[in-house]
């Protein structure tokens, strides 16, 4: 089959038989790999015995498997708390292990690396380890940490890791064999070990990864492997190290998702580049998993994480056990070199006993129990051939596996996806049935690879073979091609026929760049090109599957689209109750409903959220929120083509690239977005236009959102807002410094809450009227997170005098916001806000805000949680005028609730303080309401009312009019008073004369 117009020749080829005897002799080493002992454990002296039985049992059953161990790697967490007793524990346990081993005809040698629970904690933090501490604070010291071994920041690392260091002394002299390094490193534990069986030879280089975790703090995207780790225990050249060995392996204690943005940016690049490592060997997170990627077409990326030997957690106040480890087989011909894996863990029984055997959690042989992790040809017996990197010519495979090797893509099938998005689902499968073929959009971090194995999986292709093409670069049909062959090594028509003899399978084309400046009318685009190339491919391969990823959906789609967004509630409920780290009880109304505001629905997110529930409480993590933090927040792992666009834009030296990246900055602020009209002076000397925003959109960096303005005196009833996605915010965020972000974050406060702002006041433009009931939510959203953000810097900087103006703009707003009648509003702002501040230093701001979220509670019908808050500050000393106001609240509270005793007893005590206020008023008309006289009642209410309109009073007056809503008598916001702080926060004598139009009060009854 020809297609002339693109010079693509397609010719169908039988595939070989493969030769399937083998006659070569074959060498074999076998190895443990362990991780958290945690020994000197709380708990383990009695939990210990009970698993060591099963442990031991299962080594027999292994040895019967595998033959004798080798090697036992142990990756870190070998004990507790890094003390010379834990360390002398894990000798005995250790001792008494080797002696199993004996038992069994093996005799392992031991290689080892530290772990954060190996690190001794010290009672009080010298200065050099509190520059260890802030160390991506302190950019100009790194080079002096790794140049200079007198460091007094080594020092300090060394001393905390000196119990293992000892450790390591005394282990060379004990009955334990350990390895000698090949060469040490610049950190405890960092070394490379060279491990020989026949002619199979394994490099280890084991890189200590904790050396920033000092403490028991949150170090989540905080910590560092550095390249120079690496170049120490290779004497400077981990190439020449590499090509020594058959198969190489990187051991560390942590994931890389530990590691800091800035590590992480030369992880991929200078320690784990493709073909460097085979695998990545590591612990910490106590359940096992492995994981292949590729990216680009480049050779795959293999990780192992270990289960914990012995790890315990509670969750909800039940002790939860994790125990496991695994046994790995290198095998070596002179054709090839295969590594399996035998993953091992403890399960329930019916019984109530438990059982350590194979981990079903893996794809597993049946014959063993296995599953294989590397399977790939040895060239004329090297140890594996040179990169593509290091030769100027074109390799062009000549085998159909070499050439789908390198763009083969790992598609885990992930249970949380599989219920989630049903409708886009069947969409999707209704598609890809009729035409093969299936635009997918979506923004970053939405879970795109789980959707698709969801979809795979309802197909009946989950075992199917998926092959991914980077189309981040595309231009036209034939830069594709060249790229196509630099990239995979074959021309497009070779890829197809190899495509097609595979059987059913999927390609997707990944990051398609969407152009938001392509002209509609235009007679040729790239979307047309890609789509005229897919469609001859689909006629040539009747069992592809297509999918095109993109960020915006393409302008002339000849195939359908699928857009995948984040999920809603309903869906996320389900998503967490099948989630590995999640299940019903973390499914409840409450938990889903926080965890939704707390991750937009986004499933990295969630899935991160997951994690750390593990070792936190919801509220805790709740409290984390990064739209609200002013420290850089927890890091996480980003998509490569997100980090590159950021980067590229904030490393450009054009002026204008560098306008767009001020921007963006600039939007960042605001987590619901700004319009482009209001946020135009945001930076006075260099004033934003629409082109820099059209630059942000075409580079899908924002989104466009639009407010309909029902009420807009103009012509232009519709107000269209840039927002920057949660992602991309997160990620800009680790990019700039804490300066940068404080700055950026008091001139929004200036443009939201005027420029006396740092005096506690609060004087919004016309733009921004909290105290209009047309105010947006999202203005809300933004005001609060602004507001948050200036209080807990104040508090990370200890400036009381911060905390007090911060506190006394707070309670202005909440004030204004009461006024418009935003209660949910100010619900949701108090509750993040009051947690925050200490009773002890700010006990008067916090009484006010506790008041008036009590008030905003009862408005919200929530009137037993208005109840609890009101009467926390019944007793406080308030102004007489507050005061009145919130014994008047609570009364309504119990009026509502039925409590008439009570409702009398609090509006009596309202009239001792004033019987002339409005607040006063109210309380009258609560005690003539609880009159038992109905006759009595009806009189003395009519009455009543009169006196109200007397005094102006009209919204207690048409509560008590026959025509009154019953709901009216609950209204007390349009007489009380509100608060703008002066720069202590106090403020002078509130005002009683204002009333709110009776405009806002049918909202305000609604929601009674």
């Known amino acids: 089959m020809t297609f002339k117009r693109f010079k693509v020749v397609f010719?169908?080829?039988?595939?070989?038989?493969?030769?399937?005897?083998?006659?070569?002799?074959?060498?074999?080493?076998?190895?443990?790999?362990?991780?958290?002992?945690?020994?000197?454990?709380?708990?383990?002296?009695?939990?210990?015995?009970?698993?060591?039985?099963?442990?031991?049992?299962?080594?027999?059953?292994?040895?019967?498997?595998?033959?004798?161990?080798?090697?036992?790697?142990?990756?870190?967490?070998l004990t507790q708390t890094g003390t010379r007793k834990d360390f002398d524990r894990l000798d005995e346990i250790l001792a008494e292990m080797w002696g199993v081993f004996a038992k069994h005809g093996s005799k392992p040698t031991l290689v080892a690396i530290p772990g954060n629970h190996d690190v001794k904690w010290l009672e009080k933090l010298s200065p050099a380890h509190q520059v260890l501490k802030e160390w991506w604070a302190f950019s100009h010291l790194h080079d002096e940490f790794f140049a200079d071994d007198k460091s007094p920041y080594r020092a300090a690392v060394e001393e905390q890791l000196r119990e293992f260091s000892l450790w390591l002394e005394r282990l060379n002299a004990s009955n334990i064999p350990t390895l000698k390094p090949v060469c040490g490193g610049l950190l405890p534990g960092d070394q490379s070990v060279a491990l020989q069986k026949g002619k199979l030879k394994i490099g280890l280089a084991l890189l200590n990864s904790t050396w920033l975790q000092i403490d028991g703090g949150e170090y989540l995207g905080k910590l560092h492997v550095d390249a120079r780790q690496l170049h120490k225990v290779t004497n400077g050249n981990p190439s020449a190290w590499r090509d020594k060995h058959d198969l190489n392996f990187l051991i560390t204690h942590h994931p890389v998702d530990w590691l800091h943005p800035?590590?992480?940016?030369?992880?991929?690049?200078?320690?784990?580049?493709?073909?460097?490592?085979?695998?990545?060997?590591?612990?910490?997170?106590?359940?096992?998993?492995?994981?292949?990627?590729?990216?680009?077409?480049?050779?795959?990326?293999?990780?192992?994480?270990?289960?914990?030997?012995?790890?315990?957690?509670?969750?909800?106040?039940?002790?939860?056990?994790?125990?496991?480890?695994?046994?790995?087989?290198?095998?070596r011909t002179n054709l090839n070199v295969e590594v399996r894996v035998w993953p091992r863990i403890l399960t329930d029984r019916q019984d109530g006993s438990k059982s350590l055997g194979r981990d079903q959690r893996f794809h597993l042989r049946e014959l063993d129990g296995s599953y294989q992790l590397i399977d790939r040809p040895l060239s004329d017996g090297d140890a594996e051939e040179p990169p593509p990197a290091q030769s100027t010519a074109l390799q062009i495979p000549t085998k159909s596996e070499d050439i789908l090797k390198r763009v083969r893509h790992h598609l885990p099938l992930l249970p949380a996806h599989l219920r989630v998005r049903r409708i886009e689902q069947q969409a999707c499968l209704d598609t890809l049935s009729a035409r093969r073929c299936v635009w997918l959009v979506s923004d970053w971090g939405m879970g795109e690879d789980g959707f698709l194995s969801s979809v795979k999986h309802a197909k009946g292709h989950i075992a199917s073979p998926t092959f991914r093409i980077d189309l981040s670069d595309f231009v036209n049909r034939d830069q594709l091609f060249e790229n196509l062959k630099n990239k995979v090594g074959c021309s497009l028509d070779r890829?197809?026929?190899?495509?097609?003899?595979?059987?059913?399978?999927?390609?997707?084309?990944?990051?398609?760049?969407?152009?938001?400046t392509d002209h509609p009318n235009s007679v040729a685009s790239a979307e047309d090109?890609?789509?005229?190339?897919?469609?001859?491919?689909?006629?040539?391969?009747?069992?592809?599957?297509?999918?095109?990823?993109?960020?915006?959906?393409?302008k002339r789609p000849t195939f359908s689209i699928i857009e995948v967004t984040a999920l809603d509630v309903a869906d996320l409920r389900t998503y967490i109750s099948d989630h590995e780290k999640g299940g019903p009880d973390r499914a409840s109304t409450a938990t889903v409903s926080a965890l939704h505001r707390h991750t937009d629905g986004i499933p990295t997110r969630v899935d991160q959220a997951l994690k750390h529930l593990e070792v936190v409480t919801l509220s805790e993590l709740l409290g984390s929120n990064t739209d609200l933090m002013m420290s850089t927040p927890v890091g996480g792992r980003f998509h490569p083509a997100l980090v590159r666009t950021l980067r590229e834009l904030g490393e450009s030296s054009d002026v204008n690239q560098r306008r767009v990246f001020?921007?963006?900055?600039?939007?960042?602020?605001?987590?619901?977005?700004?319009?482009?009209?209001?946020i135009k002076r945001f930076s006075l000397n260099a004033p934003f236009f629409l082109p820099h925003a059209e630059e942000l959109l075409d580079r899908q960096l924002v989104e466009v959102t639009?407010?309909?303005?029902?009420?807009?005196?103009?012509?232009?009833?519709?107000?269209?807002?840039?927002?920057?996605?949660?992602?991309?915010?997160?990620?800009?965020?680790?990019?700039?410094?804490?300066?940068?972000?404080?700055?950026?974050?008091?001139?929004?406060?200036?443009?939201?809450?005027?420029?006396?702002?740092?005096?506690?006041?609060?004087?919004?433009?016309?733009?921004?009227?909290?105290?209009?009931?047309?105010?947006?939510?999202?203005?809300?959203?933004?005001?609060?997170?602004i507001i948050l953000r200036l209080f807990t810097d104040a508090i990370e900087h200890d400036d009381h005098r911060e905390m007090e103006r911060s506190l006394g703009l707070a309670h202005s707003f909440a004030g204004a916001l009461i006024d418009g009648d935003h209660f949910s509003g100010v619900v949701s702002f108090c509750e993040q806000l009051i947690p925050l501040i200490s009773e002890e230093n700010s006990r008067d701001h916090r009484a006010r805000l506790l008041a008036d979220y009590g008030r905003a509670l009862r408005m919200t019908g929530e009137t037993e949680k208005a109840r609890d808050a009101l009467l926390e500050v019944s007793e406080h000393p308030f102004t007489s005028a507050t005061r009145q106001v919130v014994l008047v609240s609570l009364a309504l509270c119990y009026q509502s609730l039925d409590d008439g005793d009570r409702a009398k007893e609090y509006a009596q005590l309202a009239l001792l303080i004033d019987k002339h206020s409005r607040s006063a008023l109210q309380a009258q008309s609560i005690l003539i309401e609880l009159d038992d006289d109905a006759l009595r009642r009806q009189r003395r209410l009519s009455a009543h009312e009169i006196k109200c309109r007397r005094q102006n009073a009209a919204v207690v007056a048409n509560d008590l009019s026959p025509k009154g809503h019953p709901a009216m008598g609950r209204i007390l916001w349009s007489f009380e008073p509100v608060w703008l702080g002066d720069a202590t926060g106090r403020g002078a004598e509130p005002s009683t004369q204002r009333s709110v139009p009776s405009r806002c009060m049918s909202d305000a009854v609604s929601r009674a």
């Not at 994480?305 to 087989?329: M, N, P, T």
């Not at 090109?529 to 393409?554: G, M």
């Not at 807002?721 to 008091?746: H, K, S, W, Y």
């Open 11 to 77: 010719n169908v080829r039988c595939p070989k038989a493969k030769n399937m005897s083998n006659t070569h002799s074959q060498d074999c080493l076998t190895w443990l790999h362990i991780t958290d002992l945690h020994a000197g454990m709380n708990g383990q002296d009695w939990l210990w015995p009970s698993f060591k039985a099963s442990f031991y049992d299962d080594l027999k059953v292994m040895h019967d498997t595998v033959g004798a161990i080798d090697a036992v790697i142990f990756s870190g967490d």
């Open 662 to 678: 001020a921007l963006l900055k600039a939007l960042m602020i605001f987590p619901q977005g700004e319009r482009l009209s209001r």
């Open 495 to 516: 890829f197809a026929e190899e495509v097609a003899n595979v059987g059913v399978s999927y390609v997707i084309f990944d990051d398609f760049p969407v152009d938001f």
């Open 529 to 554: 090109d890609l789509q005229e190339i897919i469609a001859i491919i689909l006629e040539f391969c009747p069992q592809l599957n297509v999918i095109i990823r993109a960020r915006r959906a393409p």
């Open 706 to 785: 639009t407010l309909q303005r029902i009420e807009s005196t103009t012509s232009d009833t519709q107000a269209r807002t840039l927002v920057v996605p949660r992602q991309t915010r997160e990620c800009l965020r680790e990019m700039i410094d804490a300066d940068e972000f404080r700055e950026l974050n008091q001139k929004a406060a200036e443009l939201y809450f005027g420029d006396k702002w740092k005096s506690g006041l609060m004087k919004a433009k016309a733009s921004y009227r909290f105290d209009s009931a047309d105010c947006p939510i999202g203005d809300i959203q933004n005001a609060s997170a």
């Open 262 to 331: 800035d590590s992480l940016a030369f992880w991929d690049s200078d320690i784990n580049p493709s073909q460097r490592f085979d695998a990545h060997f590591y612990g910490h997170m106590h359940a096992a998993a492995s994981q292949t990627i590729s990216a680009g077409g480049g050779s795959a990326r293999r990780s192992v994480q270990g289960a914990s030997l012995f790890g315990l957690r509670r969750i909800d106040k039940k002790l939860e056990r994790i125990h496991g480890y695994s046994v790995s087989r290198a095998s």
